[in-house]
């Protein structure tokens, strides 16, 4: 991050419209929450839960990758605010911090940073007009090869506070009482402080999806087709996409149904010229019980053979999760959804059974892990900025287990991602590798100590490789933490971190070893 320095024109406008959403959202909880109330027991209800954080962090390498270690003592503020829950024709969660960092021997590397995650839906007209809406910011990786840390206090010179805004209005329902019907736009605005998409105003997306569905005189036979038009604007270069889409499905039982498709697509990803051709797949989707889920699809498309894998189940002390796909990614597109399968998704499907409202399941899901000291939603290795669409296989197992006194979760995640056609724009890990390979592992054990209090590992090890031998950067992990809760709204957690980085070419290799102490209370 840069120094923190009063606020430019530039971070001014992604502030007011991330201080927008936060404003929105609180009124609108506290309306609905002011009817939830008067409505009685037993009624939606909303959460609201403001936070203030305060965390200390003696490290004895604060600028990771300089030529010579220097120590420091960092002082780290973090006001946060979480709504949760669903009134009337409104729902969603949101959960927003501003960290801000002070350094007592650099004070010239003061920062701040905002980690957003919100997503809404809002019923305008009766079962007819809907609006979805998102909101990432998050602290990124520039480059995925250059040097790296865990734990964002750390100036590595080698971050970027990404934002990504989305907002998609629909409207479905049925045509003649048996066809149904969606239409849909999605608008994608992605941007940067620093790195390719601080390029312009970023990377703006675009989309119009349609759907129409029905029944045919056989009973378990259904039909849809479906059509989208996609377009991407980076620093002048424009991405297109169009795909139409016949689809069969055939419903065996209520438990398992099966579809084959047939189609075209275009796009201009490997050139400027749009090409065409034909596409073609089929898919399974099995769910034996409510427990367990099982999709599998595979289509024959313009880069070759794609595919999804996705498994999930779930018992009363675990959650499984196993993912494999492979697709294009254009631009900034990964930056728009949250990590695949996080600590807070396994212990979220884990307690679908003992608390059925999600509201509920969602505070008990956070509490678990404050109190666990696991970290909720922290990525193994970064997404990669890139330029250009390029094809991606992406594999993932996770899985939570707690019991009595032990929770634990491990995560194993791998990917394969090739650049489609040649090096273009400006310049970024796709420049100078035609495939980036990334794999990682993360893991958490954490031992309930007393009723209140927990000893948690936590252990993390990446890799990212290019095709150039300068690009090849490894980190690993460990830390050992102390947490406990001092109050009903308390929490308070002293820890040991070492951190080590291998890095190559011009990138230097470093450790850090540090002591961390922190304090969090809600209201």
């Not at 040097?147 to 045509?175: C, D, H, I, K, M």
């Not at 990917?415 to 990682?440: K, T, W």
Request: charged residues 15%.
């Amino acid at each position: 991050m840069r120094p923190q320095g009063g606020i430019s024109a530039g971070r001014f406008k992604p502030f007011c419209w991330i201080a927008g959403a936060v404003g929105l959202l609180v009124q609108i909880a506290c309306a609905h929450a002011q009817e939830d109330a008067a409505a009685g027991p037993g009624q939606p209800s909303w959460q609201i839960t403001p936070s203030i954080g305060a965390a200390l962090t003696l490290t004895d390498n604060a600028r990771p990758g300089q030529t010579r270690k220097q120590g420091d003592l960092i002082t780290s503020v973090t006001p946060g605010l979480r709504i949760d829950g669903k009134g009337g024709r409104v729902g969603g969660s949101l959960n927003f911090s501003w960290q801000q960092n002070f350094y007592a021997n650099e004070s010239r590397y003061n920062s701040d940073q905002k980690a957003l995650s919100a997503t809404g839906k809002a019923e305008l007209v009766e079962q007819w007009l809907f609006l979805d809406a998102g909101a990432t910011v998050a602290q990124s990786p520039t480059s995925v090869f250059a040097t790296q840390a865990v734990g964002n206090e750390l100036v590595t010179g080698n971050r970027s506070e990404t934002r990504s805004f989305q907002w998609s209005p629909y409207v479905q329902g049925f045509l003649g009482g048996r066809v149904g019907y969606e239409l849909r736009y999605r608008n994608t605005q992605t941007s940067a402080d620093s790195g390719i998409y601080a390029t312009g105003s970023g990377v703006d997306s675009q989309a119009w999806s349609g759907r129409l569905s029905g029944d045919t005189p056989l009973a378990l036979l259904g039909w849809s087709v479906s059509a989208e038009d996609q377009r991407s604007r980076f620093a002048g270069r424009e991405f297109e996409s169009s795909r139409t889409l016949g689809t069969l499905e055939y419903r065996f039982d209520p438990q398992l149904k099966f579809n084959v498709r047939a189609g075209e697509e275009s796009d201009n990803y490997s050139n400027f010229d749009l090409r065409k051709r034909t596409v073609s797949g089929y898919g399974l989707d099995w769910a034996p019980t409510e427990r367990t889920l099982l999709k599998l699809s595979r289509e024959q498309r313009s880069f070759g053979t794609g595919h999804l894998i996705d498994f999930s189940h779930r018992t009363a002390l675990t959650a499984w999760r196993i993912t494999d796909s492979k697709s294009v990614v254009v631009p900034a597109q990964q930056f728009t959804a949250a990590p695949v399968a996080t600590a807070y998704d396994l212990l979220f499907l884990q307690l679908t059974s003992l608390y059925p409202d999600p509201v509920e399941r969602a505070q008990a899901a956070t509490l678990l892990l404050q109190l666990a000291g696991i970290p909720a939603n922290s990525l193994i290795y970064g997404n990669i900025m890139s330029t250009q669409p390029f094809v991606q296989r992406r594999q993932q197992a996770s899985v939570a287990l707690t019991g009595a006194n032990n929770t634990v979760t491990f995560s194993a995640q791998r990917s394969s991602s090739e650049r489609i056609g040649p090096a273009v724009g400006v310049l970024n890990d796709f420049a100078l590798a035609q495939n980036i390979r990334q794999s990682g592992l993360g893991a958490s054990w954490a031992h309930r100590l007393t009723p209140h209090s927990a000893l948690t590992l936590n252990t993390l090890a990446s890799r990212s490789k290019g095709d150039a031998a300068a690009q090849d950067s490894r980190l690993r992990s460990l830390s050992l933490l102390y947490s406990t809760r001092l109050g009903a709204k308390t929490n308070a957690s002293v820890g040991l971190r070492r951190n080590h980085f291998d890095g190559a070419g011009a990138v230097a290799d470093y450790t850090e070893n540090a002591i961390t102490g922190s304090l969090t209370a809600s209201f």
